[in-house]
């Protein structure tokens, strides 16, 4: 699909991280932008600085989302790029100190990362397959897995489980929409410099850079963004998760 201006789309998390890449840079390629994201001041304030529009959202909520779809389609039309980056990453062990993982946590964060993909994707989805085609393809879904998904470390037993449920969404839901001219991809980033990251200290970042084969960096979120707009554009990707991640595998902690 052509990045053509006046192309609709919908960025979940888009307030911070890698959904504020994905939507800035999209936002300069002429497509209108719809963040759907929980902190209003935040993503008020960013939408204004890069020419979006704001739609608070719980993506774990199907009326908060169809809610959100109908406010940014009724400015925008019917989105035709959705990028889920949406997403929680607590760190609990399975038993810490005799005690089991907190089920509410495993539970909010499956909710967040897996049950939020989805249910933005399959609304999304079902006001794609409506639309007429743009050339060959009517939309294009893209999720946020995690090479977590693969290397889940200690303490990522909640987070590592959501994002594997991403990579296993990606490719029957890619199929299921096949027909109707619209793709679904998954993007797999390794340590990327998001404020998860860049609030942990200089000495950590440091470390966690050095494990990374090559470049020996954190992910620039520019990086994630850009190969999300290769997707978009890319009209033979489709089903499948792509790991960014200059080659980390993740060790058991």
């Given at each position: 699909?052509?990045?053509?201006?006046?192309?609709?789309?919908?960025?979940?998390?888009?307030?911070?991280?890698?959904?504020?890449?994905?939507?800035?840079?999209?936002?300069?390629?002429?497509?209108?932008?719809?963040?759907?994201?929980?902190?209003?001041?935040?993503?008020?304030?960013?939408?204004?600085?890069?020419?979006?529009l704001f739609c608070e959202t719980d993506v774990t909520d199907a009326a908060s989302v169809s809610a959100a779809l109908e406010q940014a389609r009724a400015a925008h039309g019917q989105e035709r790029i959705c990028v889920n980056c949406a997403g929680i990453a607590p760190a609990a062990k399975t038993v810490s100190r005799g005690l089991a993982h907190d089920l509410a946590l495993f539970q909010k964060t499956i909710n967040i990362n897996l049950v939020g993909s989805f249910n933005v994707a399959s609304q999304s989805a079902a006001g794609m397959v409506t639309a007429e085609p743009i050339g060959e393809e009517r939309g294009v879904i893209i999720h946020t897995a995690s090479i977590a998904a693969y290397e889940g470390q200690m303490g990522q037993t909640a987070y590592a489980a959501s994002k594997g449920g991403i990579v296993g969404l990606t490719l029957p839901m890619a199929r299921d929409l096949a027909r109707d001219g619209v793709r679904v991809m998954a993007i797999a980033p390794g340590i990327f410099g998001t404020p998860m990251v860049t609030?942990?200290?200089?000495?950590?970042?440091?470390?966690?850079?050095?494990?990374?084969?090559?470049?020996?960096?954190?992910?620039?979120?520019?990086?994630?963004?850009?190969?999300?707009?290769?997707?978009?554009?890319?009209?033979f990707l489709n089903g499948t998760v792509i790991r960014l991640d200059g080659a980390t595998r993740l060790t058991m902690r």
């Open positions: 699909m052509k990045l053509e201006s006046g192309t609709s789309a919908v960025v979940t998390g888009g307030a911070s991280g890698l959904g504020a890449a994905v939507a800035a840079a999209l936002c300069a390629q002429g497509i209108k932008v719809a963040l759907l994201d929980r902190d209003v001041d935040k993503g008020t304030g960013y939408a204004a600085e890069i020419g979006a609030a942990m200290s200089q000495e950590i970042q440091d470390g966690l850079a050095a494990g990374i084969p090559f470049p020996s960096r954190l992910g620039d979120p520019a990086e994630y963004a850009a190969l999300a707009l290769h997707i978009i554009e890319n009209a």
